[in-house]
Each structure stands twice: as C-alpha cells, then as structure tokens.
C-alpha cells in the first residue's frame, strides 16, 4: 500500500508540473482528461488479498468427512464428534460474518482436516481494532452451537448430548489462548505492542511454547506439531506490527476488556455444561474441567 501510495503521488506531482515545463507536449493515450477532475481524484483502490480458487465441492466434503472420522476417533461418541464438527463451522461463520461486516469479505470458510476450520478474507482489516473483533467473533459467536445440544439433553436426559456441548465450549475456550495461530493471540497481539513493540512477541512466544509442551505431555501429538511450527513462524517473523502499533489507548482498553469477557463467558459455558454431571458442584466441575485438559491431579 505504501508504494501504490507513493506512485499515486508521484503522478499527480507530474500532471501538476509537466504543463509549466513542456506546454507544447502531445497528451498520450494514458493522460487522463484534464477535463476530467474525477479521474485526479479517483482514491486509490484498497489493497485485496490475492483471491484464490474456490474449494471444490468434493474436497469440501471428503474434508468435512475426514475431520467428522479424526473426532469420532478421539472422542469415540459419534454425537461429540458431530457436536465439535458443527461447532467449529458456527465458529468459523463468526468470523465469516465479522470479515463480511467490516468489509473484509466475502470471507469464505474451509475445514481442515485433522487440525480444525479456517475462516479466509478477501480483504485486509481496516485497522487493528477491526482485526481484534473478527478474531473475538469466532469464539462469542461459536457458543451459540451449544444450544441444540444442550436443548436435547433437556429433553432426553442422555448426557452424550451435555458433552457435546461442553465440547463445543472447550473449542472456543482453547481459541481464546494467546498462542500462534490461535484467535487469543490475535485479540491480544495488539495490545501487548500498545504496550511496548516487543512485548506481542516474548508473550506469544512465552506461552505458545508452554501450549506445545501442554500438547507433548498430554499425548496431543498432531495440535503440538502443528502449534510449533506456528511458533517457530512467529520467531522467525520477529515484530508483527509497527513500533506501538495502531490502536490507541482507548481501543487498547476495549480490546482488552472484550477479550476477557469473551473468555470468561467460554470458560463459564463449559462449567455450566459439566456442572449436571458433578451434581452441582462448582469444585467439581471445575476439576473435571482440568482433568479433560490434562492437567487436574
């Protein structure tokens, strides 16, 4: 963008001065009209990101049903692994409909088979603010895939259906840590450089490094392979944004602010999912809670 922005300024400067020097000089066929004010003043069109080819049909699903396959696996409950599945589509569609929002769109959303979803923009951000909210959309906007489930357990009593939807709240929760590549880090990013220009990439570094050992040392081999090398991409990329970033102070505050809310209100959805199967315990559920994540007693 700088150096589209320093093209556009270099031809007006030449279509200022050119006339005084060389009055008599033939107009090319690229001159534009001089009694065209609208074409001088025509803003430079934003930047977009390279638009790739659609997914095919076919791979769309042979990745949905690879990822459907991998959950069942793990998870042996053909009812968790649908309640993750369409978990992670509801959350990629919150991002997809932030990016749309904002300007950004049409954002088109991908399932990536053995790791999770992807939601893809055509069109950068307008600012970091706008950044910080399409990466919180996800996460708000993903609990919303607990209802059914937890409206099926209200009918039935089976509590599979409870665990699909305490699944479902455990996938936005772990987004929300702020490591590469996760949405935490991307809520987060910006306002750790607010604060100082390196302090985005010590933080990630500090604990995307603690959530790949968290990874090894719980037999999560394929997420701990995939959050290293996110991890040595963000090394070796080095500082993400200009020194002190863009936000101001008060987007810096918001930002903070929307993002522990957002966790807070993931981490108290997947309490309040467990919380029937501990008879109401709040100490209970929040040790069963750790111990899904490997590190209860």
Known sequence: MVGTGCCAHLDAMSNI?????TPDRIPGPWD?????????????APAEIPVEKDQSLIWALLSTALMGGFLWWITGSAIVAGAVLIGLFVHEAGHALAMNRMGMGPARIYIIPFLGG????????KS????????????????????PFVGVWLATGQGEWLMG????AMLNLVNLVPAPPLDGSRAL????????????????????VAVVWWGLSTGRFILAA???????????????????????????GKSL???????????????????PMVGGDPAGAVSLGLNYLGVGR
Request: hydrophobic share 55%.
């Open 189 to 208: 990013g910006p306002v750790l450089t607010r604060v100082h220009p390196r302090l985005e990439q010590i933080v990630l570094l500090v604990i995307g």
């Open 226 to 252: 995939f959050l290293a090398l996110s991890v040595f991409a963000h090394l070796k990329r080095g500082v993400w944004r200009a020194a002190w970033g863009t936000l101001s102070w008060p987007e810096a």
């Open 118 to 125: 992807l939601a893809k923009a055509r069109r950068e951000p």
């Open 17 to 21: 001065d050119t006339p005084n020097r």
């Open 128 to 147: 970091e603010w706008d950044g910080v909210l399409v990466s919180l959309a996800g996460p708000a906007f993903g609990l919303l895939a607990m209802i």
């Open 257 to 275: 602010a929307l993002y522990l809310l957002t966790l807070v209100v993931c981490a108290a959805a997947a309490l309040g999912a467990l919380l």
């Open 32 to 44: 534009p009209k001089p009694e065209d004010p609208a074409v001088r003043a025509a803003p430079a």
């Open 165 to 168: 939807a305490f699944f479902i």
